[in-house]
Each structure stands twice: as structure tokens, then as C-alpha cells.
């Protein structure tokens, strides 16, 4: 009989502390929705990492960028890749001659060892950049405003 009184006891304190448990976990707060990607409102903060994401999980090729490391030796890439770098190199330090340091173009030819930059003021205060490769003859233009 003793037993039967330890449980009813035990049941009784459980029936009692019950209502006490659950009103502490009735309390709640209303949800907010808040964007995780920063092109619907997020965190600027995700995009790095939800980029990575996207990118580890990218199973498609390029075939124009697979054609273009298949063939070549690791010797090739690297001298490609540093023949990129002098280039920009190159390209920076041709630009910051041309540009004042208010950021406006100044007409003038500017000639390396393979091109000649020209850069030409045409009509509506706009300037035209012809770039002419020296060995071929072959030229692209391309015209700027120039911030006037």
C-alpha cells in the first residue's frame, strides 16, 4: 500500500507543477521574417558565402575554359598568367598618365612597343580612345565622356 501512495503522491506533484510548466512555455513572440540573400533585402555580410555555396555545389563546366588549360602545361598557365599580370600592369600605369587628377582624360597619342593609344576629343565634349596594335595595323575604338 505504500508503493500506491508514492505513486499517487508523485502523480499529484506532476499534475500540480504541469500547469506551472506550461504557462512559462506559452510565451512566445511573433515571427519575423528576415531575407538571408542580399539581393531580396539580407545581410550584405552573406553574399560571399552564399556564393561559395553556390559555386562548390555548380557541377557544369565551362567548355570554353576547359579548352583553354587542357592543352597547356602548368609552365604555360603560369607564363600566361604572368604575361596577364605585366599587361595590367602596363595598362595601369598607361592610364594614370592619361587621366588628370580630376579624373578627366587628356587628349594626347600615347606609344609603347606593340601600341599606340590616341585619344581625341570629338563633338559633344565626348573623347574617342583608338587603340592601334603597331605590328598588325588592327585598332579598336571606343569613345568616353569626359566628365566635363
Not at 538571408?36 to 533585402?41: A, C, D, E, L, Y
Not at 565551362?62 to 600592369?89: C, H
Not at 576629343?121 to 587603340?131: D, E, H, I, R, S
Amino acid at each position: 500500500m505504500k508503493t500506491n501512495a508514492l505513486v499517487r503522491s508523485a502523480m499529484l506533484a506532476c499534475a500540480l507543477s504541469m500547469p506551472l510548466i506550461m504557462s512559462t512555455a506559452a510565451h512566445a513572440t511573433a515571427l519575423v521574417y528576415e531575407p538571408v540573400n542580399p539581393n531580396f533585402g539580407g545581410n550584405p555580410l552573406n553574399g560571399a558565402n552564399l556564393l561559395n555555396e553556390a559555386n562548390a555545389q555548380n557541377k557544369y563546366k565551362d567548355p570554353s575554359t576547359d579548352s583553354l588549360t587542357s592543352g597547356q602545361s602548368t609552365l604555360d598557365q603560369f607564363n600566361t598568367q604572368l604575361q596577364q599580370a605585366i599587361l595590367s600592369r602596363v595598362a595601369s600605369s598607361i592610364s594614370s598618365s592619361i587621366v588628370g587628377t580630376d579624373g578627366t582624360l587628356h587628349p594626347g597619342t600615347i606609344n609603347t612597343g606593340n601600341f599606340s593609344i590616341a585619344i581625341t576629343q570629338v563633338t559633344g565634349g565626348n573623347l574617342q580612345v583608338t587603340t592601334t596594335d603597331k605590328t598588325t595595323g588592327a585598332s579598336t575604338t571606343f569613345i568616353v565622356g569626359n566628365g566635363q
